[in-house]
């Protein structure tokens, strides 16, 4: 079960680092203004505005480490297994969650580059969505780890006669 998630993982973020790769060229091959003026921001930060492309950077990272950790030679060592999915987590909260919905907002419709700082109104809602997110998921868990352990055909369901 766990060498399945492994790959699924894997393979989610390979089509992910895929789906960047092609974003990149569809802007710069394609002549769109406005998607290379932000995909520029998210990975280079121009103008000294350098506040999203370090974290952009960190999720390139961490998410090529965790696909890494993924492959067979390495889920072997059971001290690194729980690293490949803790580093592909936080690559896509840092790509999704934090780089992109910010950095999709740059330049704004004028033109500028600003800089921008969460203020603790939407770190809070954003700590609300994570506790109902793990609420959901803590729910949803306990109905398949349920039913799995009801299954008579599961290893879970057996029992010694």
């Known amino acids: ?40 921001n998210l990975f280079f930060a121009p103008e000294g505005h350098s506040g999203i492309a370090p974290f952009m950077w960190a999720a390139v990272v961490f998410s090529l480490v965790g696909i890494a950790l993924g492959l067979p030679a390495f889920r072997r060592e059971a001290k690194i297994v729980p690293l490949a999915p803790v580093l592909l987590i936080a690559a896509c909260w840092l790509d999704k969650g934090l780089a992109s919905s910010l950095g999709e907002f740059m330049p704004n419709s004028f ?20 506790a109902i997110g793990l609420l959901m998921m803590s729910l949803l868990y306990k109905v398949v780890f349920s039913v799995v352990k009801a299954s008579p055909e599961s290893p879970a369901g057996q029992t010694k006669e």
């Open 111 to 130: 033109g500028w580059i600003s800089d921008y700082v969460v203020p603790f109104n939407e770190i809070a809602v954003i700590c609300g969505v994570y």
């Open 1 to 40: 079960m766990q060498v399945i998630l492994a790959k699924t993982a894997c393979i989610a973020m390979i089509i992910g680092l895929i789906l960047y790769v092609l974003q990149f060229v569809v802007a710069f091959s394609g002549h769109m203004p406005d998607h290379q003026e932000s995909l520029a």
